[in-house]
């Protein structure tokens, strides 16, 4: 990577042309610098009239949120995604012009982007706009990182751009984004809502319960679909906004492709990648939340002490430390989870942490760490067999780890539940759950109804 930290804009978006050859065609350009003030969620609404091919990341602590637009680079894969994008990432990192005097985490050269749950489970027409793995490098992000602002603009440049006519257009974007759009007051209604072959889905519970009394598998996590008709054209920003507010312990994220936005409120982090310092969480076991403070607490504590969910548990746990362990050192897990409490529901929480080994990425540990448990199942090559088989449901990125990198081994994945397709004045919304042998078919169609809640409350305002 070249690292050009203090030249003016203009000399370095020159310097770029004149870097272009007979083999380079193109020059990919990222300029950072601070802003003063600015708003994420006004700016995501300002978007829509510079492009489209939005994101949207709110960390769950709330302390770094980024928003972006349009696409300056887009890395993409159907077959051997790791392999596919990370040679493509790396070598986009290797010949980029980087102008970033910031040493923070998601500024300067960064992609967004997410996957597929399954990539060889076949894709159907609801999910057309994404691709089995697919990475942008946004023509504007903003971060906020604790209290500070940054904007990254990235260009990409040609033989034949007009320099300052290219600046002028920059200065005009970045003045629409920073400055963003009211957000609209008003969220279309849910007008008629639709469960997906729910007498189905039971049978496939049993199905799953049969596999697993054969010995084929140990757990498997079915899902199905809500699928819901709006008044009107979803207001995503809207969505939004009610998501961050109702769901204060949840990662808030958007990822737009086209005319469909990918949306979600997941309290389930992946892993988090820090200089080198890898965290990953464990989030599986799941109750509803109590109507009062003393029903709430004795509902956390059967949850500490159910045999079902501290299995389904333990197996993600175990699953996590085996599979950083070549990747890792330092690993460490507490002894005993503890209940994670959200706004509808409340999980069972175990992190882990570790330190990448020398050469190692977090797209390495999203390669290791998907999917876990509590998304596809044990055995896993069984699960998912299991799952691609038999479940009717296209996932899409249902499931799958969503989330960013950048150019200084910095990144964070979440995985992609409690989350909805939007598709203009039509949504599916997606619930699963993990089958074990005594699973009771009735309580785990509640459970996946109890699992669209956080979804459908931000719907219905």
């Known amino acids: 990577m070249i690292d050009i930290k203090e030249q003016q804009h203009v000399a370095l978006l020159n310097q770029a042309k004149h870097l272009l050859n007979k083999n380079n065609q193109t020059q990919l350009v990222s300029i950072t610098k601070k802003v003063k003030q600015a708003d994420l969620l006004r700016s995501f609404e300002a978007a829509k009239e510079l492009g489209g091919n939005r994101t949207l990341w709110i960390s769950a602590d709330r302390d770094f949120a980024m928003v972006s637009v349009g696409i300056a680079h887009e890395i993409c894969a159907q077959h051997d995604w790791f392999e596919t994008v990370k040679d493509a990432w790396d070598g986009l990192i290797e010949h980029a012009l980087v102008s970033n005097p910031h040493d923070v ?23 057309e706009s994404y691709k089995n793995s697919q990475f942008i490098i946004p023509s504007l992000l903003l971060v906020q990182s604790e209290n500070e602002l940054y904007l990254t603009t990235n260009v990409t440049i040609e033989q034949e751009t007009n320099i300052n006519k290219l600046v002028s257009e920059m200065q005009e974007m970045e003045a629409t984004f920073i400055a ?58 809207r969505m939004l906004k009610q998501l961050e507010e109702m769901q204060p312990n949840s990662y808030i994220f958007a990822m737009e492709h086209g005319e469909d936005c990918f949306v979600g409120a997941t309290p389930e982090r992946l892993v988090r990648v820090k200089q080198q310092e890898l965290l990953s969480t464990c989030l599986a076991g799941t109750a509803p939340r109590g109507k009062t403070p003393e029903e709430d607490e004795q509902i956390s504590k059967a949850l500490l002490q159910d045999d079902k969910n501290l299995q389904e548990h333990d ?25 994670y409490p959200l706004k509808n529901l409340q999980h069972l929480y175990t992190p882990v942490t570790a330190r990448l080994k020398e050469g190692m990425g977090i797209l390495d540990a999203v390669k290791r760490l998907h999917p876990t448990p509590a998304l596809g199942g044990t055995p896993n090559e ?72 956080p979804m459908l409350s931000a719907l219905e305002g």
Request: net charge negative; proline share 4%.
């Open 382 to 453: 069984a699960a998912l067999s299991f799952i691609r088989d038999h479940e009717q449901l296209d996932r899409g990125w249902y499931g799958a780890p969503v989330g960013w990198m950048d150019s200084n081994q910095n990144g964070e994945f979440a995985v992609a539940i409690r989350s909805g397709l939007i598709q203009g004045k039509e949504a599916s919304l997606f619930a699963g759950c993990g089958i074990v042998q005594d699973s009771d078919i009735e309580a785990e169609y509640a459970e996946t109804a109890m699992k669209f809640l």
């Open 180 to 237: 963003g759009k009211d957000i609209p007051y008003v969220q279309s209604t849910v007008t008629d809502k639709q469960e997906i072959d729910a007498n189905q889905w039971k049978q496939l519970v049993q199905s799953a319960k049969d596999t697993i009394a054969d010995k084929h598998a140990h757990k498997i996590v079915l899902a199905r679909e809500l699928r819901l008709t709006f008044s009107s054209k979803a207001e995503i920003s």
């Open 315 to 339: 197996f993600v746990v175990r699953m996590i430390q085996d599979a950083i362990a070549p990747y890792c050192s330092h690993i460490e897990v507490p002894e005993k989870p503890v209940a």
């Open 105 to 127: 985490p998601g500024t300067g050269l960064v992609a967004v982007g997410g996957m597929a749950f399954d990539p060889l489970k076949t894709s159907t027409a609801l999910w």
